[in-house]
T-cell receptor, first 116, second 122 residues
């Protein structure tokens, strides 16, 4: 079974600074997706970034980028120029590629605080 | 991105009653919908996966007779908590996945989440 591990329950960053959230996963599959989701206090899950495992290039979305190390099964999220609105729970998630049976496996989450 | 709505956003009910939660994909057709449960300060726990027109697939440990899921159309899935008890109080989140596009090509195959429903059973 696939597992996703987030070893940082809480992180803190100053506004305008950079922070990296860690995620490791375990799978025997070669093709899969990896995601970072944000859950602000409203509890609406928002997709931050997505990475296909076959792509060697790290995904980026504006201030958000990932460091995807497939051999090490590591998928960290870097938030640059942190803003107060980035404060939220961040969940790393894994999903196999194929079929309607594929489902997301979430990590336990990292709570990010952004301070002035 | 695509929008998934959930109704109601908050419900309080008495122990023993049944509660229905609706999940709708507003601007796309979702062949697959998911129901999650989230306890405070915890991650999302998948309860079941439903495909339009077929029976839902429940995760291990989830009582199918207690949590009835119906996926009657490509835009609507419902979760009914039957004979609710205080231990069923939780935050329930639905999610819908975009499916195949024309000629069998995958669209973005992305999963969108509803805003959640807070259930409180007294």
């Amino acid at each position: 079974a696939q597992t996703v591990t987030q070893s940082q329950p809480e992180m803190s960053v100053q506004e305008a600074e950079t922070v990296t959230l860690s995620c490791t996963y375990d799978t025997s599959e070669s093709d899969y997706y990896l995601f970072w989701y944000k859950q602000p206090p409203s509890r609406q899950m928002i997709l931050v970034i997505r990475q296909e495992a076959y792509k060697q290039q790290n995904a980026t979305e504006n201030r958000f980028s990932v460091n995807f190390q497939k051999a090490a099964k590591s998928f960290s999220l870097k938030i640059s120029d942190s803003q107060l609105g980035d404060a939220a729970m961040y969940f790393c998630a894994y999903r196999t590629y194929t079929g309607t049976a594929s489902k997301l496996t979430f990590g336990t989450g990292t709570r990010l605080q952004v301070t002035l | 991105g695509a929008v998934v709505s959930q109704h109601p956003s908050r419900v309080i009910c008495k122990s023993g009653t049944s509660v229905k939660i609706e999940c709708r994909s507003l601007d796309f057709q979702a062949t697959t919908m998911f129901w999650y449960r989230q306890f405070p300060k915890q991650s999302l726990m998948l309860m079941a996966t439903s495909n339009e027109g077929s029976k839902a697939t429940y995760e291990q440990g989830v009582e199918k007779d207690k949590f009835l899921i119906n996926h009657a159309s490509l835009t609507l899935s419902t979760l009914t908590v039957t004979s609710a008890h205080p231990e069923d109080s939780s935050f329930y989140i639905c999610s819908a996945r975009t499916g195949l596009g024309l000629a069998g090509l995958f669209l973005r195959d992305e999963q969108f989440f509803g805003p959640g429903t807070r259930l409180t059973v007294l």
